[in-house]
């Protein structure tokens, strides 16, 4: 594995686990070491924060404890188009992920990006990392962990 995707994965398991510890600045200054170093990075940190946010909905024991995404709540019955931008942005995303629809994924970072609406890109960064650290919590309730093994336990 290349040494930059092994850097990215500590820095992002470091911003899961101080965001689990209520250390807001310090889990951005974590996310901030990967998306200083490119679009093509950020994009996997995307990837990878909605892989975490989905992973206990993907693989739900049969008879095991149920995990569902609490933080969009609010926006249940909601139309996506009408919803904030950021949110609509991140739960389409997360759709894709699950669906592993890449060709979505890839427009759904890239149009904003090539747009120039970096505002946008950091705010969706920062629900997709609220969703990543719901599932985390939730798998650290109910004794399991996320993709890699340590993204639920906070190592």
Known sequence: MAQHFVDD???????????????????AAELTAIT???PDRTYRLWQSLAETAIWP??????????YGL??????AGTDLDDLPPHISLAMRFLGA??????????ALFHQPLKAGFTGLL????????????????AQQAHGT???????GNGQ
């Open 9 to 27: 994965d500590r820095h992002l398991r470091a911003a899961i686990h101080h965001a689990l510890h209520d250390r807001p600045q310090a889990a």
């Open 36 to 38: 200083r170093k490119g």
């Open 57 to 66: 909905i993907r693989y739900q024991p049969p008879g095991g404890p149920r």
């Open 70 to 75: 609490a933080i969009f709540d609010p926006y």
């Open 97 to 106: 992920q699950a669906t592993r629809d890449r060709d979505q994924l890839e």
């Open 122 to 137: 950091e705010d969706t960064l920062g629900v997709l990392l609220d969703a990543a650290v719901e599932s985390a919590r």
């Open 145 to 151: 962990s996320g993709p890699g093994g340590t993204f």
